[in-house]
């Protein structure tokens, strides 16, 4: 009895817990199904009591909002591959070479990506401006790998580390390179984190506000978050289509992150099996 009253609280805590957390999530997208009159009603309705895509026909009829878009996904997709592709040599390096000052670098990329990035943004606004790239997609695929790198190096090394060298020893018998037993070995091995790595990177580049709204300054050149935030003028919000491209905005990273958990679970399987 004393252990099903454990699970029996446990459980409805857990429970507790995930409704505050998807609450907010399902009020955004009922509020983008609502009519104009009912969001502005002063008695909340959990459910519309008439559906309505006016919201989302809307933003998608708007070429600035379809624009933005394209630009975030276009910035995170790029930023992911050039920040794992970095990343996975720099931290193979921290985690299986021996060299002097191994560990010194390896803090120094831990305080790089711990320094606020407030202090970073007016001296890479004035090398993004010296490069002539102000109001340039291509500033953000320029500045964001200075947080994504630093993060995903640290991550790596660390998974890195974890995979026994007997294996690589192994591979280099068999004929291998050093680059040939890190490419056949240990990347292979680490699938996991180096896709948790990407995914976690590509929501970095998805949400970023700051270095946006200083270097973007073109409506039609300006990334999803700024162009949520240019919905609201002064003291007026426009709730629906406001929330309908929260909705929006929120499906690329739900959607990546639904099919990457299998795929995680199939690597650590997989890497486990093989270990």
Do not use: H
């Amino acid at each position: 009895m004393k252990i099903n009253g454990r699970k029996t609280l446990t459980y409805t805590t857990l429970l507790v817990l995930l409704l505050c957390a998807l609450f907010p999530i399902y009020w955004i997208w009922i509020t983008s199904l609502k009519t104009q009159l009912e969001i502005y009603n002063i008695v909340p309705t959990f459910w519309p009591k008439k559906v309505v895509w006016t919201s989302y026909s809307t933003i998608f009829s708007s070429p600035k909002f379809l624009s933005n878009l394209r630009n975030s996904l276009f910035v995170a997709t790029v930023v992911s591959f050039i920040t794992i592709g970095f990343s996975a040599f720099a931290a193979y390096a921290i985690a299986k070479l021996k060299f002097r000052g191994r560990g010194a670098m390896s803090k120094s990329i831990l305080y790089a990506y711990l320094m606020p990035r407030t202090v970073l943004f007016i001296p890479l606004y004035i090398l993004v401006c010296r490069l002539g790239l102000n109001n340039n997609i291509l500033a953000m695929v320029l500045l964001y790998p200075t947080f994504t790198i630093p993060y995903a190096t640290w991550m790596l090394s660390a998974y890195f580390a974890s995979i026994p060298k007997e294996l690589e020893e192994a591979a280099v018998i068999d004929g291998n390179s050093r680059v040939g037993a890190m490419f056949r070995v240990v990347i292979p091995l680490s699938a996991p984190g180096i896709v948790a790595t990407a995914i976690f990177s590509f929501t970095l580049c998805w949400c970023e506000y700051l270095y946006a709204l200083v270097v973007l300054t073109d409506e039609m050149s300006r990334t999803l978050p700024l162009a949520l935030s240019d919905m609201i003028v002064a003291d007026a919000f426009a709730w629906g289509p406001l929330m309908a491209g929260a909705m929006v905005a929120t499906v690329p990273a739900v959607i990546m992150y639904i099919f990457a958990s299998r795929y995680l679970m199939n690597g650590m399987t997989l890497g486990g099996v093989k270990g």
